[in-house]
């Protein structure tokens, strides 16, 4: 069956701090990889995204992360959160022509 | 360049009600998919829409369903609405195969 689990249902930082949002998958066929951002209000919008190439993909606003075929993972960093990355982020596996399955979401806040 | 749009942004039902939700595809966009997304959860993918056909479709029941105009605008129907339905609805619009852009979504509260 296919699925995302994202173990991490609530994560809370201080600013500056490092962030790793964990991530695996269970899927048939070619994987592509998604990071979706929700900010409190705001809809959907992609951080980064993993098609093929290299397994390190860097998305927007310093987020980064690494495909790992052998342990079926695909784990999002930071180096250094800010306040604004205040959000909910959801790991997702699919494909743009067919649907896309998300993981249940990781809830990040950030103390200032 | 307007990004994906959807219709009414919030809508309140009672049981046993249908509702109709709308959702205009970003510019250049040709494939629509609908998902739920429950108050606490990630997105489930309802179904897909090209070429005004239903391409995909996920684990929902028949009270759902959906279609594609012409200019790839697209509308989700749920009949018979139950207390479960309550959830924001999001619109996606994509090019054939490539990623998908999410809309704002529908609030839907069925009381």
């Known amino acids: 069956a296919q699925s995302v689990s994202q173990h991490n249902h609530h994560v809370i930082l201080s600013e500056a701090a490092s962030l790793e949002l964990g991530c695996n998958y269970s899927y048939g066929g070619t994987v592509n990889l998604f990071w979706y951002v929700q900010y409190p209000g705001q809809h959907l919008q992609l951080l980064l995204k993993y098609f093929s190439g290299d397994p390190l993909v860097k998305g927007i606003k310093g987020f980064e992360a690494e495909f790992i075929k052998s342990k079926f993972s695909f784990n999002l960093r930071k180096p250094s959160v800010q306040w604004s990355d205040t959000a909910e982020y959801f790991c997702a596996v699919g494909s743009s022509a067919s649907k896309i399955i998300f993981g249940s979401g990781t809830r990040l806040s950030i103390r200032p | ?111």
Do not use: M
């Open chain 2, 1 to 111: 360049d307007a990004g994906v749009t959807q219709s009414p942004t919030h809508l309140i039902k009672t049981r046993g009600q249908q509702v109709t939700l709308r959702c205009s595809p970003k510019s250049g966009h040709d494939t629509v998919s609908w998902y739920q997304q429950a108050l606490g959860q990630g997105p489930q993918f309802i179904f897909q829409y090209y070429e005004e056909e239903e391409r995909q479709r996920g684990n929902f029941p028949d009270r759902f369903s959906g279609h594609q105009f012409p200019n790839y605008s697209s509308e989700l129907n749920v009949n018979a609405l139950l207390l479960g339905d309550s959830a924001l609805y999001l619109c996606a619009s994509s090019q054939s195969r490539f990623e998908q852009f999410f809309g704002p979504g529908t609030r839907l509260t069925v009381l």
